[in-house]
RNA sequence: GGGCGGGUAGCUCAGUUGGGAGAGCAUCGGCCUUACAAGCCGGGGGUCACAGGUUCAAGCCCUGUUCCGCCUACCA
């Protein structure tokens, strides 16, 4: 018996350990290929390799948790398949930093034995995130975790890749793309992250060849001077008729440049006239190539300065730009310098500043598999959740461009595209070829560069379930229901998704995209490690427990708003943890017995406090289910937290105590409680507690499990348990309107006593006076309640009449209430008490009198709305004329003591 | 430049057909009342950013202004 009783506080670290363990130990979080139930299944977003769990990790799993958890105790097919992302650039970047200390690098050890050495890292740190997303109680289907680089998903990209290119969805070629010049490889257009910079904008004078005016342009680059091939005006620029064809003299390089006109410039922009270097700038790289310019790239792949910039070769590019202006200065070609803000890519893995560079790469053809994608979304095909971000998505589906998918680095999935030595032949394929099957010969070399991590993750709602190959979980859980997310990587990752899977699996990868927020700190600043304002889930976890983790996160999840975290708020939830444990531990030490009983669900024998708390139970369930069907998970979690800790503790248990106690006085004075009024009460007790438990324990697995597995007439975990159900014989409006009477009663003596400052110890001697019959009844049949709730002596109910002498007084309702404090009642301050009372009321009625005296409200307004003001005019105008008459009374007696 | 979101109590925020301004925290007062001081009871606190408009009625709908945040963009 002793083990049904709850230690006195709530300690997490151990149950959720022991939980955690059990539930994988009896295979909980599995996923059913083949099963009569319903499918629901989530691809987690993989975190990377690299990661260790940060807020947004712990928040986007927790959702992502709750979900699974309540579709599977709803009796659905859950599966929730785990992974991480091997994350190319990040993960090469740890591996070689680790190098870097033992004073090599990977060239100097060579590809084949880096690649060998980053899955020596991965086997030994790769799982740490996994285990931390344990900790917050993550019920992923962990038999089933992938891994990007695995041999089943690199298999799918190498044909992705192939049929993508036979499709003519795939090219190479030569392009301006983003280079970052640390990590030596290309990036897309996403991967580069602008900023605003507080950069120059600098005039420079180019000649004409006879060293006569010639024109100034404008750059904030003048280093990539050095690879001018040209100056472009507007050919309706008046300051430049007649120069198209003149040759200037390109300064520092001595080399002879054009002038061309060219419609793309601005007139109005600095001196009209831009210089073009085609190498290193996309929009000159555009109208070079409609010019046939010349094409000098002056940068090398490490930043610096290569060959073709002259004296400044083996320059940094920085270094370079304050060389050249001095340069130019000194031979008085620098006509100004402004100060010029305008923004600056950088590399979003290591902030280096990115440089527009030529080099042949690899792009994806995206427009045709976004027109699907774009239609997807119209036709609701997948709903983006909340909707605001569908304009967004929209936004960028129609402005897409190609992407460019090669990068510059070991670690990733190599192209599977061989080129012959021989003949040229470029051959893609699934495997290397026997021979070249343009010249048959076997000289074939294999492309150096590997995909962007982005093209493997496109394909991971079907590529983790077995795709190419035609698998049984496919079939079951393909497409799958949601993707939580976060709009961070809605272009990066659910975008590209979506164009794959229309393309490759001819449907969606998902029904729902739900986009949550950011958790930021609690200034509304984004955590990171460098602002130093990071808080550590896995210490949260450990000081504050996950569940209270988890239920803040859920409480502060409202749609399309920013999570602003403290410890403070999760303290505040550890609060409710402990309030809940708490009242379990109160149920259960008058449930140690309790064994479950047809005779207890006999309705005839609920207690008001019974129907109402049944009642009330069941509208939570009916918000929570709605809240969760719709993704709000802060009305769920605070329409339980209302629940839990207002109506259920602060007012069911406080009610049956007595019956529990068996201290209900009887109406010939006995003390006793009746053996069928216990059992009823019991009854209800358990099964609301039970219940409660149910809708919790997507929120807080932990604590509820613990719970649950005490409280007896339970069996197996609560995971297996059902999601309670609406039934709608339990609402019960009559007991919901009494409850709000007593409640009122209630309330009004406390603030008596609270305001008429009467210690607890005093108990008192209170009427109730109603011209109201039932209210009357309803009174006298609660008059215990009543009496233990506020510490009362007696409660006398009566009709209207005379006024209790030395009394202070109450109206709620119908009911006038007088709380008699004789010998200790202080007058003015009940004259103060009533006077404010009567201010608020006068005021509430002012607004009522203006309506009730507008004609064109009472022709106009919908009949019921001006019966209800109508009838709560009367019903505070009665308030009004009680508490004056109580206030002109008092004052008398004020008066004259 | 384009787009999106936000400005409601001291703080953080709810407020889903326009018809009673709410919660949590903080604060103040009173309580160790037999589940819980990680608690109980009670109180105070808001021209719902500003200005117009629609309406009998606006925190909510429309227009404009302003401040803040974010996303996006090839304006040298």
Known sequence: MSSHLLKKGYEPQEVERRWYAYWEKESLFSGEDVSDKKPFSIVIPPPNVTGVLHMGHAHNN?????????????GYNVLWMPGTDHAGIATQNVVEKGLAQEGKNRHSIGREEFVKQVWQWREKYGGLIINQLKHLGASCDWARERFTMDEGLSKAVRTVFVKLYEQGLIYQGDYIINWCPRCRTALS??????????GHLYYIRYPFQNKKRGIVVATTRPETMLGDTAVAVNPNDKRYRGLDGKTLMLPLMNRGIPIIFDEYVDM????????ITPAHDPNDFEIGLRRNLAIIKVIGKDGRMNEHAGRFQGKDRFECREEVVQALRKEGLLEKVEAYQHSVGHCYRCRTTVEPYLSKQWFVRVKPLAEKAIVAVQTGATRIIPDTWTKTYFEWMNNIK??????????????PAWTCENCGEMIVAMARPAVCPACEGNALVQETDVLDTWFSSALWPFSTMGWPDSTQTLKTFYPSSVLVTGFDILFFWVARMMMMGLHFMKDVP????YIHALVRDAEGKKMSKSKGNVIDP???????????????????????RDIKLSEDRIEGYRHFINKLWNASRFALMHLSDFEYEESGQDTQDFSLADKWILSRINGVVETVTESLDDYRFNDAANSLFQFVWHELCDWYLEMVKPVLYGTVALSDGAIETSPSRYATTRFVLWSTLNETLRLLHPFIPFVTEEIWDKLPGTEGSIMKAEFPVISEGRNNREAEDAMRVLIGVVSAIRNIRGEMNVPPSLFLETTVQSPDKGVKELLKQHRDMIVNLCRLKSLQVAPPG????SSATSVFGACTIFVSLKGIIDFELEQARLSKDITKVSRELDGIGKKLTNEDFLRKAPQE???KVREKGKRLMEKKNKLENHLSTVSQIAGNP
Not at 62 to 74: A, P
Request: hydrophobic share 40%; aromatic share 14%.
């Open 865 to 867: 709305v001006v019966q």
């Open 510 to 513: 998902f029904r729902d995209v």
């Open 268 to 275: 109005k922009f600095g001196t009209g006239a831009l210089k």
């Open 189 to 198: 257009d996403l991967e580069v992250e602008h900023e605003d910079h507080n």
């Open 402 to 415: 190609d992407w460019c998918i090669s990068r510059q680095i070991w670690w990733g999935h190599r192209i």
């Open 802 to 805: 005379e006024r209790p002498t």
């Open 538 to 560: 896995l210490y949260v976890i450990d000081k504050y427990g996950a569940d209270a983790f988890r239920f803040t996160l859920a409480a502060f999840a409202a749609q399309g």
């Open 62 to 74: 927790t959702v992502q948790d709750i979900l699974c958890r309540y579709r599977r105790m709803q």
